[in-house]
C-alpha cells in the first residue's frame, strides 16, 4: 500500500512450546492461529458483544509474506486494520512485529466475506457493520472502499 496504515488494534502474542519447530522458530503454520485469535480480538473490539448468528462472516481468501524468523524468545505483537470495505467482503491486514526491534516478521491479508448462516450463502454486508468498522478505524467509507 503507498499510503502509511494506522494500525488501532494490537494485540500481544504469547509464543507457546508447540508454536516453534525442530529448528528454534516458530512454525509458519502458527501464525495463521495467532492471526485468528487476533482477529477475534479486533471484532470484539469493534463490535463488542454483536450476535453473529445474524450475520456470519467467513474467510475467503489468506496470504502471508514471511520476512524474518521469529524464535521462541521473542516477543511479539499483532496489529490488525481494515484496508477495504467491499460490498459482500473486507480486507484484513494484519502484521507480526517483534517487540524489542520493532523489526516486522510477517505480514497477512485475509478477504473476509459476508455470510448468512441459515442459507449458507455469500450476503451483502449491513451499513451498520461497515459503519462500525469506519468508526473504529477512523476512516470514511470512501476511504475504505476505493480499490486495493
Same mark, same amino acid.
Given at each position: 500500500?503507498?499510503?502509511e496504515? =494506522?494500525?488501532?488494534?494490537?494485540? %500481544?502474542?504469547? *509464543?507457546r /512450546? ?9 512454525? !509458519? ?17 469493534? /463490535?463488542?458483544?454483536? !450476535?453473529? #448468528?445474524? $450475520?456470519g *462472516?467467513?474467510?475467503? !481468501? *489468506?496470504?502471508?509474506?514471511? $520476512?524474518?524468523?521469529? /524464535?521462541f524468545?521473542?516477543?511479539?505483537? *499483532?496489529? =490488525?486494520?481494515? @484496508?477495504? $470495505?467491499?460490498?459482500?467482503? /473486507? =480486507? $484484513?491486514?494484519? #502484521?507480526?512485529? !517483534? ?9 497477512? #491479508? =485475509?478477504v ?6 441459515? &442459507?449458507?450463502? %455469500?450476503? +451483502?454486508?449491513p ?5 462500525? @468498522? ?5 476512516? &470514511?467509507?470512501? +476511504?475504505?472502499s476505493? %480499490?486495493?
Amino acid at each position: 500500500m503507498a499510503t502509511e496504515l =494506522t494500525y488501532r488494534h494490537v494485540m %500481544p502474542v504469547q *509464543i507457546r /512450546f508447540s508454536d516453534v519447530d525442530q529448528y528454534g522458530h516458530m512454525n !509458519n503454520s502458527s501464525y495463521f492461529s495467532i492471526y485468528d485469535l487476533a482477529k477475534t480480538s479486533y471484532m470484539r473490539d469493534v /463490535f463488542g458483544d454483536k !450476535n453473529w #448468528r445474524d $450475520l456470519g *462472516i467467513v474467510v475467503a !481468501n *489468506i496470504n502471508a509474506d514471511f $520476512l524474518a524468523p521469529v /524464535f521462541f524468545s521473542d516477543d511479539l505483537y *499483532i496489529e =490488525t486494520t481494515v @484496508i477495504h $470495505l467491499g460490498h459482500k467482503s /473486507f =480486507t $484484513l491486514l494484519q #502484521r507480526a512485529i !517483534n517487540k524489542a526491534s520493532g523489526v516486522l516478521k510477517c505480514q497477512c #491479508r =485475509t478477504v473476509m466475506v459476508g455470510y448468512d448462516m441459515a &442459507t449458507k450463502e %455469500p450476503v +451483502e454486508l449491513p451499513d451498520s457493520f461497515k459503519k462500525t @468498522i469506519c468508526e473504529y478505524e477512523g476512516k &470514511t467509507l470512501e +476511504e475504505l472502499s476505493k %480499490p486495493l
